[in-house]
C-alpha cells in the first residue's frame, strides 16, 4: 500500500511539473485530488487494512494529497503568473504612434436633399407628413381612381406600374400624390403640405432615370388660392434651393389630377444651354410638375370645389440634386461607389 502511494505521488508530481496551461492543471487535479480521483479511491481501501496499519497509511495519504495540492498552487501560480505577462505583452499600447482615424458616418446625399427640400416648404408654412401615412405599396383605389386617372389610361398598364402578387388591385405607388387625397379625407382646409417618398415606375434604367427614385409631393387647399400662389410659391422653393435666382420656365402640360397643369424646368447646370446627355441637349431639365388640383379631386376627398381650391406640385429629389452638385448620371445615388458619396 504503501508502495502504491509513493507512485501515485512521482506520477501526479510528473505531470504537475509538465503541465505548460491552466488547463493541464486542472486536468491534474481531476486525476488525483478530486472526489473520485486516485488518491480519494486509496483511501477508501484503508478501511480494509489491519488495525495496526490504519493510521500510518491514513497519515501517509493525507501528506501526500497536501504536497500534491501544495504544488499544483505553486505551478497554478506561476502559469497565471505567465498568462498575465502574456497578455500584457499582446495588449500593449504604443502611445508614440499616431492614432487611427475613424470616420463617421455621413447622410446620403438624396436625404440630404429631402431634408433640405421640407425644410424649406416648412418655412413657408407647409407641414411634413411622416412616412408612416404615406405608405409605399398602395391600391389602385388611392393611386389612380381618387387622382381622377381614368380606368383607361396608360400609366395603369403592366409597361408603366409595378404590380404586386398581393392582390390585382395592389401596387408600389407610381407617385407620392397617392397621400394627397389621403390627407384631404382626414383634415379640412386650410391644408398645406409637403409628402417626401420613394416612388417605383418601370421604367428603362439611364443616366436620367430609375425605376426607383424619390419624390416630394406638396398641396395646399384653401378660399381663393389661385395658379398665381402656385407660381409665386414655387419660385420661391427654386430661389431658395439654388441659393440664387435661376432661369425658369414654366410650361403648359397635362395631369390627370390637376386642370391647368404645367411642368417647371430649369436650366440645365451641367450644359448651361450647350447640350449634353442630362438635358437631352434641350438645356434644360425638368425638375417638377404642378397645376390647380382639379375639381373631381376635391370631390373624391370630399372637399366642396365651389368653396375651395388649391394648387399640387410633386418634384423629383434626384434631378433637384443633380443640378444643384452638378451630377451627370442619376445611377450614381444608387450605386453605392464610396468614392461618390465622400464626396457629400
Known sequence: MRDKLQQIKIDALVLIDNAQTLEDIEEVKLKFLSRKGELNSFKKKIKDLPADQKPVIGALA?????????????????????????????????ITMPGKAVYSGKKHPLTT????????????????V?????????????????????????????????????????????HTSNSQVRE?????????????????RAEDVSSRKNNLFHQVEGFMVDKDITFGDMKGVLNEFIRLYFGQSRPTRFRSSFFPFTEPSA?????????????????SQSGWLEILGAGMIDPNVLKNAGIDPDVYSGFAFGMGVERLAMLKYAINDIRLFFNNDIRFLKQF
Open 62 to 94: 493525507n501528506e501526500i494529497a497536501q504536497e500534491l495540492e501544495q504544488k499544483l498552487n505553486d505551478k497554478l501560480y506561476i502559469l497565471q503568473r505567465e498568462e498575465i505577462l502574456k497578455r500584457i505583452e499582446s495588449e500593449k499600447i504604443d
Open 113 to 128: 436633399t429631402i431634408d433640405e427640400i421640407v425644410e424649406i416648404f416648412q418655412g413657408m408654412g407647409f407641414s411634413l
Open 130 to 174: 411622416e412616412s408612416q401615412h404615406s405608405p409605399e405599396v398602395e391600391t389602385e383605389h388611392y393611386n389612380f381612381d381618387m387622382l381622377n386617372f381614368p380606368p383607361d389610361h396608360p400609366a395603369r398598364d403592366m409597361q408603366d406600374t409595378f404590380y404586386t402578387q398581393l392582390a390585382p388591385n395592389v401596387i408600389l405607388r407610381s
Open 184 to 200: 384631404m379625407q382626414t383634415k379640412k382646409p386650410p391644408l398645406r403640405v409637403v409628402i417626401p417618398g420613394r416612388v417605383y
Open 263 to 279: 411642368e417647371i424646368d430649369v436650366q440645365c447646370i451641367m450644359c448651361k444651354g450647350k447640350g449634353c446627355r442630362v438635358c
